[in-house]
C-alpha cells in the first residue's frame, strides 16, 4: 500500500481509491512522486529453482521417473550431427571433432555459457552423471565453474574392456574432475553391464536403466549425500565408489548382516575392502527395518571394517504402502587416493605417450 | 524573403484612417512596420515643388499572440488595426505573414505535447517489457533465462538474470528522465494541473500494470477502473482488459487512445481521447 499526497499534504491510499482531486480539500492529488517511488523501480520477482540439478553428460536424458519430479531439473549433453540447445539438451556438432580436446578447444566457452544460462548454479545441489568414455566429458567437467559447490560427479569409467582412447578421456575426465575440487563417485562400465534390479514402479531393470534407481536414491536423500561426500572432502577423501542393493527384503537375504556382508562382492569399481578408508550407509526402510539396519550396519563396521577413516548412516523410513516391506540400501565407499583411475593409466599413457596434446595437463 | 512589403489603400488605426501607406513585415525581427505617405508642397522661385515623404505611423510585434482576420481585401490584425490591400491576393498574403508565427508556436506546441505523449508511452512500453519479463522469469525461469543467451552479448560473463534485470532498470531509469523532462517541458505552456494530469494517466496504466503482474486482483481493477473513468478513459478499456490476463500487449489497448486532447477546444486540453 501506499500513499499519494494532494498539493495541501492530504494522503490517499492507493489501495482504497484514486482519484484527482483531493476529497478533504479539492485541491490537485500530485502523481508525480507516486510514479517516481512506484513505477521506476521494478519489483523483486523470488525465482524458485529446483533442488537438484541432474545432468547427464553423453548419455540420453532417459528417465521419466527422474524428469518429472518436481524437485529436479534434468538435462543432458550430448554430441550430434548439428548445434542444438534447448534447456533439456544441448547437442554439440560433431563436424571436424573427434578427441576430447576437439571438443574442449572448440566448445568449452560456449557450453559454459548454455550452462549459466539455463542455470545450473542456480540449484542448490548438482549430480553430474557422466559417461566418462565420451570425448564430450572432458569439456563438460571443465565448464562446469569451480565455485559451484555441492556438485558430485558419478563417473562411469571405463576399464580393461574399454579402448585406449576411451580409457585415455576417461582418465582425463576423473583428473578434472578432481582438479576441480569436486567429489567423484565412481562406476565401472563392467559394474553397469552387470546391474540387475526389480523395482516396483518399472519391473526388471538391467544396465544403465538399472542405474537410474540408484540415481533416484541419491537425489532423494542429496543433502545426506553431500554432507557425508562433503565430510569425507574434509579426511582428504575425494574418490568413492557404491554398493546397492534395491528392493530388498528379508525373505530374499535372511538378515541384514548377511544382506550387508554380500556387498562386498558389487562394489561399482575394482576394489578391494583394504582399499575402503570411510562408508556410508543410506538406507530406505520401514522404521522396525531401519532400527535392524542400524544394529545390523553397527556390528559389521566394528567387525568387518575396522580400519576406516570414518562411518556415518542416514535412515529414511519408507511410507505406508503395502509394499513398504521392501528397502533400499546404497552405501557409499570413501576410496584411497587414484584407486578410480588406477586401471586407466596404461591407456592414457598410450595414448598421451603417441599424442602428447591428449594429456591431462591440457585441460585448464 | 526576410522581408515583404505590400503597398497599403488605408489603415485604420486608433480611430483615425490614413490612406495611401506601405506595410514592411520583417519576419526575422518579427515585427511590421507601416509607413505613411506623406504629400508636402514647397514654393521657391515662384516654381511649385510637390515631395512625397513616407512618414513611419506604426510598428507591430508579430509573434504567436497576434490575432489575424480576413476579409476581402481587408485585414483586421490584432482586432484594432485595420488594413486595406490593394487586392484580396495581397490581404491574403498578409495575413499568412501575420499569423505565422502564432502558426509555428502552435506546431512547437504540439510537437512538444506529441513527445511528452511519446514519452510516456515510451516508458510504460518499457515497463511492460521488464514486467512480462520478470513474469517469465517467475513462471519458467529456466527456459526464460536461456532466451536471454540471444539477447545478451557474448563476453557476458556473470548472472545472465541480474545483467538483464539491470539492463531493464538502466532502460526503465533513462525513460523515466525522458518522461520527466518531457512533462516539465510542456508544464509551462499545459500548466501544472494538466501535467499532473498526465503523471495521474501514467500512475493510472502504471497499477493496471502492477495489477496483471501480481495475478489480477479483481478488487483492484474496480478500484482502478473508477480512477480511469474519472481520467476519461471510456468502458470499452475495461472490456478489453477483463479478456486480458497478462501484461503482453497491455498497451495495446491504449493504442488508438490520446492520452493528450489537441483538440483547441478541449476544455481538458489533456484527456484521453479515442481517435479509431
Known amino acids: 500500500m501506499s500513499m499519494i499526497k494532494c498539493i495541501n499534504g492530504h494522503e490517499q491510499s492507493d489501495s482504497t481509491a484514486l482519484h484527482l482531486k483531493c476529497s478533504v480539500c479539492g485541491e490537485a492529488m500530485l502523481y508525480e512522486n507516486a ?61 571436424g571433432a573427434t578427441s576430447w580436446l576437439d571438443f574442449y578447444s572448440k566448445y568449452l566457452e560456449k557450453l559454459g555459457r548454455w550452462m549459466r544460462f539455463v542455470g545450473l548454479d542456480k540449484s542448490p545441489y548438482r549430480l553430474l552423471v557422466v559417461d566418462t568414455r565420451k570425448p564430450v ?204 583411475y588406477e586401471q586407466l593409466k596404461s591407456g592414457y599413457d598410450t595414448i598421451a605417450g603417441m599424442v602428447p596434446e591428449l594429456s591431462l595437463e591440457k585441460v585448464v | ?69 480576413v476579409q ?40 512538444m505535447l506529441l513527445g511528452a505523449e511519446g514519452s510516456i508511452r515510451g516508458f510504460l512500453k518499457i515497463r511492460e517489457e521488464a514486467l512480462c519479463f520478470l513474469a517469465n ?4 525461469p529456466r527456459k526464460t533465462m536461456l532466451e536471454l543467451s540471444s539477447t545478451l552479448g557474448e563476453g557476458l560473463t556473470g548472472d545472465p538474470v541480474e545483467a538483464m534485470t539491470r539492463l531493464y532498470s538502466e532502460r526503465l531509469a533513462k525513460s523515466w528522465d525522458d518522461l520527466i523532462s518531457s512533462l516539465s517541458g510542456i508544464e509551462m505552456q499545459v500548466g501544472k494541473d494538466r501535467t499532473n494530469r498526465l503523471y495521474a494517466v501514467t500512475y493510472f496504466i502504471g497499477k493496471l500494470q502492477d495489477a496483471f503482474f501480481e495475478g489480477k486482483d479483481p478488487t483492484k481493477l474496480e478500484m482502478l477502473k473508477g480512477f480511469g473513468l474519472e481520467l476519461g478513459f471510456d468502458e470499452t478499456i475495461f472490456v478489453g482488459l477483463s479478456q486480458k490476463n497478462a501484461n503482453d500487449g497491455l498497451l495495446d489497448l491504449f493504442r488508438n487512445i490520446r492520452l493528450i486532447d489537441f483538440s483547441e477546444n478541449s476544455s481538458a486540453l489533456i484527456a484521453p481521447v479515442k481517435t479509431g
Open chain 2, 1 to 69: 524573403m526576410s522581408e515583404a512589403t505590400f503597398n497599403l489603400d488605408l489603415v485604420k488605426y486608433e480611430g483615425k484612417v490614413h490612406k495611401r501607406c506601405i506595410l514592411s513585415v520583417n519576419e526575422e525581427r518579427k515585427e511590421a512596420k507601416i509607413l505613411e505617405t506623406k504629400n508636402r508642397i514647397f514654393f521657391t522661385n515662384r516654381q511649385v515643388y510637390f515631395l512625397n515623404k513616407q512618414v513611419s505611423l506604426l510598428t507591430i510585434t508579430t509573434d504567436a499572440s497576434t490575432t489575424v482576420e
Open chain 1, 35 to 95: 510514479c517516481l517511488q512506484q513505477l521506476k523501480t521494478l519489483p523483486k520477482v523470488d525465482l524458485t529453482f529446483e533442488k537438484v540439478s541432474i545432468v547427464f553428460i553423453g548419455l540420453p536424458n532417459s528417465s521419466p521417473s527422474l524428469v518429472e519430479d518436481k524437485e529436479l531439473y534434468a538435462s543432458s549433453i550430448l554430441v550430434g550431427d548439428y548445434n542444438m540447445e534447448t534447456v533439456e539438451t544441448v547437442t554439440l556438432g560433431r563436424t
Open chain 1, 137 to 340: 566429458s572432458v569439456l563438460a567437467l571443465a565448464a562446469i565453474e569451480r565455485s559451484w559447490k555441492n556438485t558430485i560427479v558419478l563417473a562411469i569409467t571405463g576399464d580393461q574392456t574399454s579402448t585406449l582412447i576411451e580409457q585415455n578421456a576417461s582418465y582425463v575426465a576423473i583428473g578434472t574432475a578432481l582438479k576441480h575440487g569436486f567429489p567423484v563417485i565412481a562406476v565401472s562400465t563392467s559394474y553397469i553391464d552387470e546391474l540387475i534390479f526389480y523395482t516396483e514402479k518399472e519391473g526388471l531393470v538391467v544396465r544403465f536403466q538399472a542405474l537410474i534407481p540408484i540415481l533416484y536414491r541419491l537425489v532423494s536423500a542429496i543433502d545426506s549425500v553431500m554432507d557425508m561426500l562433503g565430510n569425507d572432502t574434509r579426511l582428504g577423501i575425494k574418490e568413492h565408489c557404491i554398493s546397492a542393493i534395491l528392493s530388498a527384503s528379508e525373505k530374499i537375504y535372511l538378515s541384514v548382516e548377511s544382506m550387508l556382508s554380500a556387498q562386498e562382492s558389487s562394489f561399482s569399481i575394482n576394489a578391494k575392502k583394504e582399499d575402503i578408508a570411510t562408508i556410508s550407509l543410506l538406507a530406505f526402510a520401514p522404521v522396525d527395518v531401519l532400527n535392524r539396519i542400524e544394529k545390523a550396519f553397527a556390528k559389521y563396521r566394528r567387525e568387518e571394517l575396522k580400519d576406516v577413516l570414518a562411518a556415518d548412516h542416514q535412515e529414511y523410513p519408507s511410507d505406508g504402502s503395502p509394499s513398504s516391506e521392501l528397502y533400499d540400501l546404497l552405501m557409499i565407499y570413501g576410496i584411497k587416493e587414484g584407486l578410480t
Open chain 2, 137 to 140: 522469469l517467475r513462471r519458467n
Open chain 2, 72 to 111: 476581402g481585401r481587408s485585414v483586421t490584425v490584432n482586432k484594432d488595426i485595420l488594413l486595406e490591400a490593394r487586392d484580396q491576393g495581397e490581404s491574403s498574403k498578409i495575413a499568412e505573414l501575420f499569423s505565422r508565427p502564432r502558426k509555428e508556436a502552435e506546431l512547437k506546441s504540439r510537437q
